[in-house]
């Protein structure tokens, strides 16, 4: 049995054994909270959290919340809408989202996914190999993302066979993989696994850190390996409400990913996910957050940040408002510390001009 390995056994994954950790938490009312989101929380992760809810924590361990908010969906994104196949979401023109793994090393409880990760039955083989079919017959297909659950999760070998199916394919240029593995298991990085998926180059990575005490000596080496193997690494964080709706915090985490390699890329709000919405944040604050990010530290560490619009509609930047008035003659823009300045043009343009009202 490999480290990694080890570590998932000998993790949290019943309301029992948390209880045995955190002797203070309710073990009647987790219960019913498991029934429905399983738990998952390996040794590794486990030994970040300092008490219950730090920001660790948080990710984690159950709340009452996620049996009592019915306020949100199932289906947030309208995946199953966009699947002409189980397990494959096709919504924009060139790419699609390939589920191929329904376990994760953590549960994160704040999941888009919480109606299928943990469910052995939300996937199969002949699901696999009739998403492959799909992506060999729409040759409009470039750029295919693996997801899950978390695809880092499944064997080298497992691995081997469904990337080495894709990169068969012509027309696929691209493969994807999303993981949270770096930030949360990160002894699964090992010299095998990397040396498995090089030989299907190019394959990028996104990955998912939440929170700078995910930044540890271990999380480097596996970046480390990974960066020197050849993987571009992209990071996805959720603003999550209490535990990094913090520009601050935020900064940290992504001037913390640069010094790993790792290219901030999208700040999620957070989905409108059933069992979730105690995560949630207004976009007040979200746009609070990117204002005091942009100009405050180094353009590479600000992501974008970005809906996923509810129903399928796809992701949608959002910004603060820097440009106030543009006509045929100059651009009025304000800057991260609320200074106006002027741009003249030198030809004639497109007027345009900001609502001058705010929804917020």
């Given at each position: 049995m490999e480290e990694w390995q080890r570590l998932l056994v000998e993790g949290v994954n019943s309301v029992q054994k948390l209880k045995e950790r955190f002797p203070e938490i309710d073990e009647r009312k987790l219960q019913a909270i498991a029934r429905k989101y399983p738990i998952r929380i390996n040794h590794y992760y486990l030994g970040l959290i300092q008490e219950l809810g730090d920001p660790i924590a948080r990710q984690v361990i159950p709340e009452e919340e996620e049996i009592t908010d019915i306020s949100c969906f199932?289906?947030?994104?309208?995946?199953?809408?966009?699947?002409?196949?189980?397990?494959?979401?096709?919504?924009?023109?060139?790419?699609?989202?390939?589920?191929?793994?329904y376990q994760c090393a953590i549960y994160c409880r704040y999941c888009t996914r919480k109606r299928k990760v943990g469910d052995p039955a939300s996937i199969s083989r002949a699901n696999i190999q009739k998403g492959l079919d799909y992506i060999r017959s729409h040759t409009e297909l470039r750029d295919?993302?693996?997801?899950?659950?978390?695809?880092?999760?499944?064997?080298?070998?497992?691995?081997?066979?469904?990337?080495?199916?894709?990169?068969?394919?012509?027309?696929?240029?691209?493969?994807?993989?999303?993981?949270?593995?770096?930030?949360?298991?990160?002894?699964?990085?090992?010299?095998?696994?990397?040396?498995?998926?090089?030989?299907?180059?190019?394959?990028?990575?996104?990955?998912?850190?939440?929170h700078p005490r995910e930044l540890t000596a271990e999380s480097k080496r596996a970046c480390d390996l990974l960066a020197d193997n050849g993987f571009p690494m992209m990071n996805q964080t959720v603003l999550l409400r209490g535990i990094n709706d913090d520009p601050q915090v935020l900064k940290e985490l992504f001037v913390g990913l640069l010094r790993l390699r790792v290219k901030p890329y999208y700040l999620f709000q957070a989905d409108q996910v059933e069992g979730a919405g105690h995560f949630r944040t207004n976009l007040a604050k979200g746009l609070d957050v990117m204002?005091?990010?942009?100009?405050?530290?180094?353009?590479?560490?600000?992501?974008?940040?970005?809906?996923?619009?509810?129903?399928?509609?796809?992701?949608?930047?959002?910004?603060?408002?820097?440009?106030?008035?543009?006509?045929?003659?100059?651009?009025?823009?304000?800057?991260?510390?609320?200074?106006?300045?002027?741009?003249?043009?030198?030809?004639?343009?497109?007027?345009?001009?900001?609502?001058?009202?705010?929804?917020f």
């Open positions: 199932e289906d947030a994104l309208n995946e199953e809408g966009d699947s002409p196949v189980p397990g494959l979401t096709h919504r924009y023109p060139d790419r699609a989202l390939f589920y191929v793994n295919i993302v693996l997801s899950g659950g978390d695809p880092l999760l499944l064997k080298d070998e497992q691995l081997d066979e469904i990337v080495g199916a894709l990169r068969a394919i012509p027309h696929v240029e691209i493969i994807r993989i999303g993981t949270r593995i770096p930030s949360v298991l990160p002894q699964r990085v090992t010299q095998g696994l990397c040396d498995t998926l090089k030989k299907h180059h190019p394959i990028y990575l996104m990955v998912h850190f939440s204002k005091g990010l942009r100009g405050h530290t180094s353009g590479l560490a600000v992501p974008y940040y970005v809906i996923d619009a509810p129903g399928g509609g796809g992701k949608i930047p959002i910004l603060p408002e820097y440009l106030i008035k543009c006509d045929e003659k100059e651009a009025v823009m304000r800057n991260y510390e609320g200074k106006i300045y002027r741009y003249d043009f030198p030809t004639k343009e497109v007027a345009w001009e900001s609502s001058s009202r705010s929804p």
